[in-house]
């Protein structure tokens, strides 16, 4: 089964406005880590933020934000001020307390048009 | 910063050739894996290691086997490529997980190419 659903394969959104890219995970351990990560068309992946199952504030880092619901294992990317340069692929991932691995979901390919 | 780097960036073999993608990470990082992407299917691991000489098998093994003799080097080796395992490969590492918030650092990824 899969454990990282990202259910928008591709997303658009204008330039300085606002876009939440989804992200759903499985997991039964109570201690765990959630990521995401950008990678543009060079294809380099780049590490964006990160969120820790019991870090009770949502993560955020510039015009990065996570919105973290625990119930709904939910764990939505949410980029404030698009800018034409945050076009590229974005992978959520989870890290789980009994595992090395990080598992990663299928990615959203957000456009940011001018 | 850390710095994982990955030998080839673009490749092309033929068939049935024997092909060898290196991957050496500057962090002393204990963990390394291979990664595969494919578009709509994400990254899948296909092994990844926590240690010298120590290797766990991912997702997808099948077609390959990996090398790890030293702990900055992992190497992943396709015996006898097939035009299937044409795609992108993702060489990553990381701490060892004491902590779920460290972060795994990729490098820039192989695209091979079987003909």
């Known amino acids: 089964a899969q454990k990282i659903t990202q259910t928008q394969p591709g997303m658009f959104v204008q330039e300085k406005e606002a876009v939440t890219l989804d992200c759903t995970y499985d997991?039964?351990?109570?201690?765990?880590?959630l990521f995401w990560y950008k990678q543009p068309s060079s294809g380099e992946m780049i590490f964006l933020i990160y969120?820790?199952?019991?870090?009770?504030q949502n993560a955020t880092e510039g015009r990065y934000s996570l919105n973290f619901q625990k119930a709904r294992k939910s764990a939505n990317l949410v980029i404030s001020a698009s800018q034409l340069g945050d076009s590229a692929m974005y992978f959520c991932a989870m890290r789980e307390w009994r595992g090395q691995n990080f598992v990663f979901g299928p990615g959203t390919r957000l456009s940011v048009l001018p | 910063d850390v710095k994982v780097t990955q030998s080839s960036r673009y490749l092309v073999k033929r068939t049935g050739e024997k092909v060898f993608l290196e991957c050496v990470q500057d962090m002393d990082h204990e963990n390394m894996f291979w990664y595969r992407q494919d578009p709509g299917l994400g990254l899948r691991l296909i092994y990844f290691?926590?240690?010298?000489?120590?290797?766990e098998k991912g997702d997808i093994p099948e077609g390959y086997s990996v090398s790890r003799e030293k702990k900055e080097r992992f190497s992943l080796i396709l015996e006898s490529a097939s035009t299937n395992q044409t795609s992108m490969y993702l060489c990553?590492?990381?701490?060892?997980?004491?902590?779920?918030?460290?972060?795994?650092?990729f490098g820039e990824g192989s695209w091979l190419t079987v003909v």
């Open positions: 997991t039964s351990d109570q201690s765990y880590g």
């Open positions: 990553a590492s990381s701490l060892s997980g004491q902590s779920h918030g460290d972060t795994i650092y």
């Open positions: 969120q820790g199952s019991y870090d009770e």
């Open positions: 290691s926590y240690d010298v000489k120590m290797k």
